[in-house]
């Protein structure tokens, strides 16, 4: 079902046909994820000789206080009322979905956003923490890890040495770094650089990375689910907050893109500090 | 007699209140500065600035380093000073590649630091003499410092009575006397440098400039702010004067 028919009222007061009541069943178990239901309801079509007793409409209150924000909530669904419209709309966010993995496609749109947001740098670098990094925005760990990447001489093209590369790294690693220090101050220091087919391969090995702990906050099953254009916005949003803080500090934001919300999840997806055009890029996705 | 008795009792009585009016007079704290001044961010050798005299040429000095900016009806600039990046961000251009967006905001606030020393007077009585950046400086630092992203955060941090309080800070590394990195329990990761004290508005109590980089475990947010707080008596609080806005 991907939206509530009604012919009839149904609730407290209500007409009541069983179809009408099967279906208001039906609808309030799709959305069950948006109420503390213990259990699904039973999709009979029945509220037995007490409607304001039987489950189902104990469920529209709910739905009424904590949904639509009616306090004094009324236990009727009126055909197009408010309560019928709010659990349409709430339908019609829960998109049933087929579970797609992240594309080929969907990972080339995506790089090409992570270099304009991140910038892609063929050449060791200091980021704002001290860490050697490369690429877009790949933290090299140690020296030794530096030295399994294939590093040319600029001047050459000619593969660096094991040596060349645990040297400079050495050297980029002295250097001051801050906030205020871009990529481009550790252009002079570094002989070596990386070819674009390095880059790309580091960058998609960053993507499974990230889609790896998207997949923890989301569910694989669930992450899988989203469509590309929300999927795009969650891997921007890990990229620059990393797992912790995307966890934890984006806890709305993160119920909202669980219930499929993405309307709410575009209004929590805010972050302060960066530029406007990157916040307004994850809201028009998650806006479509 | 009498009378030589009063004119001693003059004497001493002016006496004591001379020497209290010429310690008041001449008790001065000379602003302090850090060595440490970000400017290896501009340039290839420090600068080295020890007066807020030094600090207010440092603003027109050229950088080696010009950086490119970018605005929506006008053709991309170069700049290369304190004061030309001022006025470049005053008249709406930011910075030209959009990965740079949080280094030019960084080369800004450094330069609003220099601003700010530019004007650091000396101090008459100081409250911030055992001033160290540790854990206990982040259970007195007002909310303000902490590193709220999302709005969900700053409104939560608005009931908070203190840095660690909101933060949950759970690892504090010193770097320096005047430079430690902090660790919240959420990845956030604050360095703060202590770049100055002084007098910075003019009422004779030190105050201090702090320079806040924030960035995150995993991810590529960058953001810097800079405060001036101060502590009013002994056992006052350290009270925030200033978020200082961008330049």
């Known amino acids: ?288 | 007699m009498n009378q030589k008795i009063k004119l001693n009792k003059l004497l001493i009585a002016f006496s004591i209140l001379l020497s209290t009016g010429c310690n008041a007079s001449t008790t001065e704290i000379a602003p302090y500065f850090n060595k440490e001044n970000q400017s290896t961010a501009f340039f290839d050798n420090a600068l080295i600035l020890t007066s807020a005299s030094d600090f207010s040429s440092a603003l027109d000095k050229r950088w080696d380093y010009p950086v490119e900016l970018k605005h929506e009806t006008q053709n991309n600039s170069s700049v290369s000073s304190c004061q030309q990046l001022k006025q470049s961000i005053k008249n709406g251009f930011t910075a030209a590649k959009n990965y740079e967006y949080s280094f030019v905001k960084a080369q800004s606030a450094i330069c609003s630091t220099w601003e700010q020393q530019s004007h650091f007077a000396p101090s008459r009585v100081s409250y911030l003499n055992t001033l160290k950046l540790d854990e206990s400086f982040a259970n007195q630092a007002p909310t303000a410092l902490a590193l709220t992203i999302s709005d969900e955060q700053k409104v939560k941090a608005k009931t908070a009575s203190s840095w660690n309080d909101f933060s949950k800070i759970i690892k504090v590394i010193s770097n320096s006397d005047t430079q430690s990195t902090y660790y919240d329990q959420t990845g956030g990761i604050q360095r703060l440098s202590l770049m100055a004290k002084g007098d910075y508005n003019g009422d004779g109590i030190e105050d201090c400039l702090l320079f806040m980089e924030n960035s995150v475990e995993g991810g590529s947010y960058s953001s810097t702010e800079v405060y001036i707080i101060t502590r009013m008596s002994v056992d006052g609080p350290l009270t925030l004067i200033n978020k200082v806005r961008d330049i």
């Open chain 1, 1 to 288: 079902m991907t939206n509530l028919r009604l012919v009839q009222s149904v609730g407290v007061g209500g007409k009541n046909s069983p179809n009408d009541i099967k279906a208001v069943q039906t609808a309030l178990n799709q959305l069950k994820h948006l109420l503390p239901l213990n259990k699904p309801l039973i999709v009979d079509g029945k509220l037995g000789i007490k409607p304001e007793t039987s489950n189902t409409v104990k469920a529209i209150m709910l739905f009424q206080k904590k949904i639509v924000g009616i306090i004094k909530a009324d236990g009727r669904i009126d055909v197009n009322g408010k309560t019928h419209k709010k659990i349409n709309e709430k339908m019609a966010a829960k998109k049933p979905s087929i579970a797609t993995p992240v594309t080929e496609s969907l990972k080339t749109k995506l790089r090409a956003k992570l270099e304009q947001y991140e910038g892609r740098v063929e050449h060791m670098y200091l980021d704002t923490k001290g860490y050697v990094t490369v690429g877009v925005g790949h933290m090299i760990a140690t020296a030794q890890d530096a030295s399994q990447i294939t590093f040319v001489i600029n001047e050459s093209g000619i593969s660096a040495s094991k040596k060349e590369i645990e040297d400079e790294y050495a050297l980029i690693k002295s250097k001051p770094f801050g906030s205020a220090y871009p990529a481009r101050r550790f252009k002079s220091f570094a002989k070596l650089k990386l070819t674009d087919s390095v880059i790309d391969t580091l960058t998609n090995k960053h993507i499974v990375s990230f889609e790896s702990e998207l997949k923890k906050i989301y569910g694989t099953t669930e992450f899988n689910k989203h469509p590309e254009n929300v999927k795009l916005a969650l891997f921007d949003m890990i990229f620059n907050l990393g797992m912790p803080k995307l966890k934890n500090s984006y806890t709305k934001f993160n119920k909202f893109i669980k219930e499929g919300d993405y309307k709410n999840a575009a209004l929590e997806s805010n972050r302060g500090g960066i530029a406007a055009e990157r916040n307004k890029y994850v809201k028009d996705l998650l806006s479509k």
